[in-house]
T-cell receptor, first 119, second 113 residues
Framework: GAVVSQHPSRVICKSGTSVKIECRSL??????MFWYRQFPKKSLMLMAT?????????EQGVEKDKFLINHASLTLSTLTVTSAHPEDSSFYIC???????????????FGAGTRLSVL | ELKVEQNPLFLSMQEGKNYTIYCNYS?????LYWYRQDPGKSLESLFV???NGAVKQEGRLMASLDTKARLSTLHITAAVHDLSATYFC????WGGGADGLTFGKGTHLIIQP
């Protein structure tokens, strides 16, 4: 099956620093990737849609200046949490939509997630 | 706005029993996903249901989709302890290609010996 690599899997940082999370589709092209956030014992909430070569689309209530998204190629999207604070601590998961393939087109595949802890 | 309701949210059952998790959604869709999540882990894809009447089975789990009723079910047959996890359904809006998934709140399943 299709593989989405997310890195790092865990990060601990000091308040005020910025953290970059990478999401790569390893064996397929993804013009669209998505970033989700999950608080402990809660469901996943869509944060933003990342489109290759264009600006990301953010969901209501998500600060675009806080969560910078770059999708510079068909296989890589990055999420940068800028000036992180303890309330940004969460589990961040990306997904990538397979742009091609007769059987797999448009199916989303999820990365392993990044657990961010801001001290 | 697409809403996804999953029930029950918590389920404790004994090994060997059967049970069903329900997933209702509010707007037209023909693409529904079921995921499993273990504590501290990411999502494990269980099923992708792509059309009305779709039924898929893997081991003791079977999922179905009724797009007219806007309902999907995940049926567990003869549950075993290893199936203890949180199960999420997620729905993609009709004509998706640009939209992310809307998740249900999840069903926390505990299977006791």
């Amino acid at each position: 099956g299709a593989v989405v690599s997310q890195h790092p899997s865990r990060v601990i940082c000091k308040s005020g620093t910025s953290v970059k999370i990478e999401c790569r589709s390893l064996d397929f092209q993804a013009t669209t990737m998505f970033w989700y956030r999950q608080f402990p014992k809660k469901s996943l909430m869509l944060m933003a849609t990342s489109n290759e070569g264009s600006k990301a689309t953010y969901e209501q209530g998500v600060e675009k200046d806080k969560f910078l998204i770059n999708h510079a190629s068909l296989t890589l999207s990055t999420l940068t949490v800028t000036s992180a604070h303890p309330e940004d601590s969460s589990f961040y998961i990306c997904s990538a939509r397979d742009s091609g393939g007769r059987l797999t087109k448009n199916i989303q595949y999820f990365g392993a997630g990044t657990r961010l802890s801001v001290l | 706005e697409l809403k996804v309701e999953q029930n029950p949210l918590f389920l404790s059952m004994q090994e060997g029993k059967n049970y069903t998790i329900y997933c209702n959604y509010s707007t037209t869709s023909d693409r529904l996903y079921w995921y499993r999540q273990d504590p501290g882990k990411s999502l494990e894809s269980l099923f992708v249901l792509l059309s009305n009447g779709a039924v898929k089975q893997e081991g003791r789990l079977m999922a179905s989709l009724d797009t007219k009723a806007r309902l999907s079910t995940l049926h567990i047959t003869a549950a075993v302890h290893d199936l203890s996890a949180t199960y999420f359904c997620a729905v993609e809006p009709w004509g998706g290609g640009a939209d992310g998934l809307t998740f249900g709140k999840g069903t926390h399943l505990i299977i006791q010996p």
